[in-house]
């Protein structure tokens, strides 16, 4: 009797999981006695719980896209480096605006001059459109620049995107293995249990000994705990999943049984063609590094000239008007200007600072020598009586200092050396 309770027991759980037994359904079709009484919630009608979701892979595939955190940010940051390129794109082109101004003046009278010599006239009318461009190297480098940078976040995002298929298929199948791992530990369970009531029978009956029993008990015990374990690992597989492509931890769903349908593998020729065609990993890395090299080009075209370009057509007068009468003749008041600025940068200063530098690095190189003999003579001194102790740390301190200074000294001649670099395209020295 107390292994029957275990049994039931044991159903039970399986029946949470929807997974009932042969005795569960047989209890539940037991009819209840006619004086029963009608329970609380039967009289009011229970809630009714919401349908069982069915999840095919692609659904679960397009939840997981949605509710990533991880997945989204790389989207977004594709997205961000596609609004950094369509910035720097336009950067290239013509800056076209339009402006209008009335500029006022406090004056001494008709025909004097104005008090305030800011403007060009008492009132002054401005209206003219403005048609600005800059031509440079750095900004095209910019442009290339940022569209490899947009290029190599694309490859990121893609890269999010298949590690989340991989972890969302791994998780799917679980679940569907587990539940047929679930089902065959019930019928291993079921047959332990038939088994153990066979020996228990031929036992009575004289036809087997008692250790057949014995061994039929403990068979049926490790099916029984191969059963619970199967149901802990379906619990994780669904809690797993879950996660993954729900944002409120929904357990109501279930998994589509196409674990075993048949799936075509690709040809190994196939799978190295689309891996070297298609790696996202690889497409990342190599415009990452196209997007430095247009670092290293915007860098040095720092060093060339830029030239801009402004051109103004309007109004710029004392009257809001097309036209001003003069001495009975109308004159226009539109007219345009042009304005152009080209800067060529002086490169004097990386060669002067190394100049400065390898001048500088001779004395502190004399200074080094002078300290590290002055320290050697005070101990002398010392070991002779002739100086103090405070004399000696002194010489110390200044050693170490100039020391030092010396140290310095030489690596700002090379690092002066390596920006003269980006000037001439060669290490000056090695």
Not at 91 to 118: D, F, M, S
Not at 213 to 235: C, N, P, S
Not at 347 to 362: H, I, P, Q, V
């Amino acid at each position: 009797m107390k292994s029957c309770r275990i049994l039931v027991l044991s159903w039970t759980s399986v029946a949470a999981l929807s997974l009932c037994s042969a005795g569960i359904a047989a209890a539940q079709e037991t009819p209840a006695p006619a004086n029963t009484a009608p329970t609380k919630d039967a009289q009011q009608g229970a809630p009714a719980t919401s349908p069982t979701l069915r999840l095919t892979l692609e659904d679960a595939l397009a939840r997981a896209r949605k509710n990533s955190t991880q997945f989204q940010a790389g989207l977004s940051d594709a997205a961000l480096a596609r609004g950094d390129k369509s910035l720097a794109r336009d950067a290239l082109l013509p800056n076209v605006n339009y402006n209008t101004q009335y500029l006022y003046t406090q004056g001494n009278g008709p025909g004097e001059p104005v008090r305030y010599i800011a403007n060009n006239a008492v009132h002054e009318y401005i209206s003219q459109g403005n048609v600005h461009q800059i031509l440079d190297l750095t900004s095209i480098s910019n442009f290339r620049r940022v569209s490899a940078v947009a290029a190599a976040a694309r490859a990121r995002a893609e890269v999010a995107s298949r590690g989340l298929v991989v972890t969302v298929v791994r998780s799917y199948y679980a679940v569907a293995a587990a539940q047929q791992k679930l089902l065959s530990a019930q019928r291993a369970t079921d047959e332990g249990d038939r088994f153990f009531k066979l020996t228990q029978d031929l036992e009575h009956g004289g036809e087997v000994a008692h250790s057949d029993v014995i061994k039929a008990e403990l068979q049926m015990q490790e099916r029984r705990r191969q059963f619970l374990e199967a149901q802990l690992g379906l619990l994780n597989a669904r809690l797993d999943l879950a996660v993954l492509i729900f944002p409120d931890f929904n357990e109501n769903y279930e998994v589509a049984d196409d674990l075993h349908s048949p799936v075509p593998l690709p040809t190994l020729g196939e799978v190295q063609q689309q891996a070297a065609r298609d790696n996202p990993d690889v497409r990342a890395a190599l415009e990452s590094v196209r997007a430095a090299g247009f670092d290293v080009t915007g860098a040095r075209a720092g060093y060339l000239p830029s030239l801009t370009l402004d051109y103004w057509y309007g109004i710029d007068a004392i009257r809001f008007a097309t036209n001003t009468d003069v001495n009975g003749r109308k004159l226009s008041n539109l007219g345009s200007s042009a304005f152009a600025t080209l800067v060529i940068p002086i490169c004097k200063s990386l060669y002067a600072e190394a100049e400065t530098a390898l001048n500088e690095l001779g004395g502190l190189n004399r200074s080094a020598e002078l300290a590290e003999e002055s320290l050697r003579l005070i101990i002398l001194r010392y070991r002779n009586g002739e100086s103090t102790v405070l004399e000696v740390a002194d010489a110390q301190t200044t050693f170490a200092l100039t020391n030092a200074a010396y140290q310095d000294g030489a690596v700002r001649y090379r690092v002066a050396l390596a920006s003269l670099q980006t000037l001439t395209g060669v290490l000056t020295t090695p």
